[in-house]
């Protein structure tokens, strides 16, 4: 239930109504759908959104593609949508022990004006 607070509480509503009738045109059906299949409706229409947009990437790019260095759009959709995630670290405790006492050496040379 928490999560669904948090989801909610991210989503601009006045994006996604317009994301959805961008693509669907008539809400009535949307509106009348389950929690579920709406939620999953709007992931497929931010999903083809993304691909739409890196699809006019590609054209532009591909405009500067020879043969020695031509990427299909599907190479390049993944590339693109994988150079954007985030990669976690995994810290072990003393790491992540080393790191905080480095941040807090930090702002006390801050505040000390060094």
């Known amino acids: 239930m928490e999560n669904f607070f948090k989801i909610s509480n991210s989503i601009d509503l006045i994006e996604v ?7 669907y ?7 009348n759908l389950g929690f579920y299949e709406g939620y ?12 739409a947009k890196a699809w006019d990437r590609w054209l532009v790019d591909y405009r500067k593609m ?6 299909s759009f ?3 959709k993944e590339n693109l949508f994988t150079m954007n995630t985030i990669q ?3 810290l072990t405790k003393e790491e992540l022990l080393k790191e905080a006492a480095e941040i807090e050496r930090k702002i006390t040379n801050k505040k000390r004006g060094d």
């Open 17 to 23: 109504e317009e994301l959805l009738l961008s693509r």
């Open 25 to 31: 045109v008539n809400l009535d059906y949307i509106l």
């Open 40 to 51: 999953e409706l709007i992931i497929k229409a931010y999903e083809k959104e993304l691909e």
């Open 66 to 71: 020879s043969k020695e260095n031509f990427i």
């Open 74 to 76: 599907e190479e390049y």
């Open 88 to 90: 976690e670290k995994h």
